[in-house]
């Protein structure tokens, strides 16, 4: 009934709007894309909706879009927005992986629902990844971190994913003196990742520290040097050193340049 009490110049843009009727009758959905086409009338006339939707949306963005349109056309699903609306149902993945994992830490090939959730993170997480538009990508940010404040953080993406879920974990009533090595979650070894951290502790941003700090994980004690054997060989020498690298880093992946200093008795 409100149709027909409009201006007679209102008659294009009712036939527009009936084309996105039809088309979303067919395809239930009215996310037009720019190519699409219906047939209109009795004479099945192929009328370009995907050019009529993609001049509504740019009427509407730039505030032209008279309300009474715009009311029409929402009343019938219209996608004003496209790629917010795909950002959209990118975030519905990402609170179910969120549910799922604890983190949105996710690793680059991690898909969920038949979404390469991994990968279109990684993507948000680049420069301009979120959007060209300052407002826009701002939006989006603050949407992202209501799912996971932590969703990029400034320290690596595995750090924050084991760290999400030994909190998680802790919080179902663990201790952490279950959670020893080989203790997994969701395909990633919590155990031996909150062993690693004590003498790892010294490469940790203050922040990282704290974290852990609130688990209940505390620094390593300082090693003392080790000593190597009076009249030792090289031999001896190097395995006093590896030692000594070894329980104050909690591994043996030593880098090509690194020196070790050891006492000598």
Not at 70 to 86: H, I, M, N, Q
Not at 88 to 117: K, N, Q
Request: one cysteine or more.
């Amino acid at each position: 009934m409100r149709t027909r009490v409009l201006r007679p110049e209102s008659t294009a843009w009712l036939t527009g709007l009936e084309a996105v009727r039809a088309f979303a009758a067919e395809q239930g959905h009215a996310n037009v894309p720019y190519t699409a086409t219906v047939p209109l009338g009795d004479q099945n006339v192929t009328y370009p909706v995907g050019r009529w939707a993609a001049e509504q949306r740019r009427a509407w963005r730039a505030g032209d879009l008279a309300d009474w349109r715009t009311e029409l056309l929402a009343e019938g699903g219209f996608v004003f927005d496209p790629r917010d609306r795909a950002f959209s149902e990118f975030l519905d993945v990402c609170a179910l992986y969120h549910a799922e994992h604890h983190t949105l830490a996710a690793p680059r090939d991690a898909v969920l629902a038949g979404v390469a959730v991994g990968e279109r993170l990684h993507q948000a997480r680049r420069p301009g990844g979120l959007g060209k538009k300052p407002d826009r990508a701002e939006s989006r940010r603050r949407r992202l971190e209501a799912i996971d404040p932590d969703w990029n953080p400034t320290w690596p993406l595995a750090w924050q994913r084991h760290w999400a879920k030994a909190r998680w974990l802790l919080s179902q009533g663990a201790t952490l003196a279950e959670l020893q090595p080989g203790v997994s979650h969701g395909g990633d070894d919590t155990g031996t990742w909150l062993a690693e951290q004590p003498a790892a502790w010294h490469t940790l941003t203050e922040d990282q520290q704290q974290r852990l700090a609130a688990l209940g994980v505390h620094p390593a004690p300082p090693p003392t040097l080790a000593a190597a054997p009076v009249g030792a060989s090289r031999w001896e020498i190097n395995l006093a050193a590896a030692r000594q690298f070894k329980a104050r880093e909690g591994h043996l992946r030593v880098p090509r340049a690194h020196t070790e200093t050891v006492t000598d008795t």
